[in-house]
């Protein structure tokens, strides 16, 4: 792999930078913990999107690599120069109420009640400032399977036509809606929305708050009378996330806006 890194980077300083591209993106994939690839990386990204990509994996690997997190901060800061805009809103304000950004009032959530793919991607300097959970709902079809199989369990004699046949069907949507409840995060922090769904194809997103262009719940009529719905995140770029069954929708909605309107 040192041997293919070293080609990309003979390549990157002979100006062939397509060519030293394609060769870094190769060492990763063979290795995605390597510090030194993910930093040439960065020197062929395409856009800032793409730079603040790399920039978070070299923290994960190494959140001490000051170079890295002073990139990470210039970057998000141009993109969304909220520390301009709160300093702007403090000098303007007429009392310490009025000053108060809806950054500041929002508490930081634990790192103990985040998911863990937030987890390992979250920086040192970012807070989590909310958290979206997985209705209750996702296991309502089981339940009810469960109950017809029950149903059906007590006519001794269609037992094994119906019975265990609902139960097997009713056990595996149990587990499919437990794993969706434990695969599905989304986490909004002062930098940045991430969400993952997906059991075995995964789905991620890394959104750069300044790049959110528009927050949308589609709920059915169950949906509203239950409190959860789907949350659909979309970006510059064309940039799409669903998020299925979330609890409490609106809400979340209303702080996402409430945080990007800052």
């Known amino acids: 792999m040192d041997d293919l890194l070293q080609q990309g980077i003979t390549a990157y300083r002979a100006g062939k930078r397509d060519e030293a591209r394609r060769i870094f993106i190769v060492v990763i994939k063979q290795n995605q913990n390597s510090e030194r690839a993910w930093g040439w990386m960065y020197n062929v990204c395409n856009n800032d999107q793409e730079r603040i990509q790399c920039l978070q994996q070299i923290l994960r690997i190494n959140p001490e690599n000051e170079k890295a997190n002073q990139?990470?901060?210039?970057?998000?800061?141009?993109?969304?120069?909220?520390?301009?805009?709160?300093?702007?809103?403090?000098?303007?304000?007429?009392?310490?109420?009025?000053?108060?950004?809806?950054?500041?009032?929002?508490?930081?959530?634990?790192?103990?009640?985040?998911?863990?793919?937030?987890?390992?991607?979250?920086?040192?300097?970012?807070r989590v400032l909310a958290v979206a959970k997985i209705h209750w709902v996702v296991y309502l079809s089981s339940l009810i399977l469960f109950a017809f199989a029950f149903l059906a369990s007590l006519d001794t004699n269609n037992f094994f036509i119906c019975g265990f046949l609902?139960?097997?069907i009713a056990g595996i949507g149990l587990l499919r809606a437990f794993l969706i409840k434990a695969f599905t995060e989304f986490a909004l922090t002062d930098k940045r929305v991430i969400a993952k769904v997906g059991i075995i194809r995964r789905s991620s997103l890394e959104l750069v708050l300044g790049k959110v262009e528009s927050i949308q719940i589609n709920q059915s009529l169950l949906g509203r009378l239950l409190n959860y719905g789907t949350l659909v995140i979309s970006g510059s770029g064309g940039t799409h996330q669903?998020?299925?069954?979330?609890?409490?929708?609106?809400?979340?909605?209303?702080?996402?806006?409430?945080?990007?309107?800052e």
Do not use: H
């Open 71 to 126: 990139l990470f901060n210039k970057l998000t800061s141009d993109l969304f120069p909220l520390e301009q805009q709160l300093s702007s809103v403090t000098t303007k304000a007429q009392s310490p109420i009025s000053s108060e950004s809806v950054l500041q009032r929002l508490p930081t959530i634990p790192t103990k009640n985040v998911g863990e793919y937030v987890k390992s991607i979250i920086l040192p300097n970012e």
């Open 166 to 168: 609902l139960w097997v």
């Open 242 to 261: 669903v998020i299925p069954c979330i609890a409490e929708p609106m809400k979340m909605k209303q702080t996402i806006n409430s945080v990007l309107a």
